[in-house]
Nanobody
Framework: QVQLVESGGRLVSAGGSLRLSCVASGRTSATYSMGWFRQVPGKEREFVASISWNGDRTYYADSVKGRFTISSENDKDTWSLQMNSMRPEDTALYFC????????????????????WGPGTQVTVSS
């Protein structure tokens, strides 16, 4: 069973930067899509970014494109989300997720496609 743990969430001022990390344990010798989602109370979990196992494909939500960057270090079972030019509307509980894929270049964008989730890390952006 895959277990994920996020870290790096904290309070940051608008315009600032933050880096979230996710560490996975229990993954088998397979390829995975790795992603980041976020959620605020009363709203559905929102896709932020995802990356393919090979690292050759990434996908971002329009709201974070050009500001956030997802990366991965498969040999360390970690992936990260670098967040720059942060805005108050980025405030949310951020979750990392992963799911096996058939191909190393595949990635998922829907929360329903991911089976393994971390408990979340809170990011708060003050104005």
């Amino acid at each position: 069973q895959v277990q994920l743990v996020e870290s790096g969430g904290r309070l940051v001022s608008a315009g600032g930067s933050l880096r979230l990390s996710c560490v996975a344990s229990g993954r088998t010798s397979a390829t995975y899509s790795m992603g980041w989602f976020r959620q605020v109370p009363g709203k559905e979990r929102e896709f932020v970014a995802s990356i393919s196992w090979n690292g050759d494909r990434t996908y971002y939500a329009d709201s974070v494109k050009g500001r956030f960057t997802i990366s991965s270090e498969n040999d360390k079972d970690t992936w990260s989300l670098q967040m720059n030019s942060m805005r108050p509307e980025d405030t949310a509980l951020y979750f990392c997720a992963c799911e096996k894929t058939w191909y190393g270049s595949s990635l998922f964008r829907r929360a329903a496609d991911y089976g393994s989730w971390g408990p979340g890390t809170q990011v708060t952006v003050s104005s």
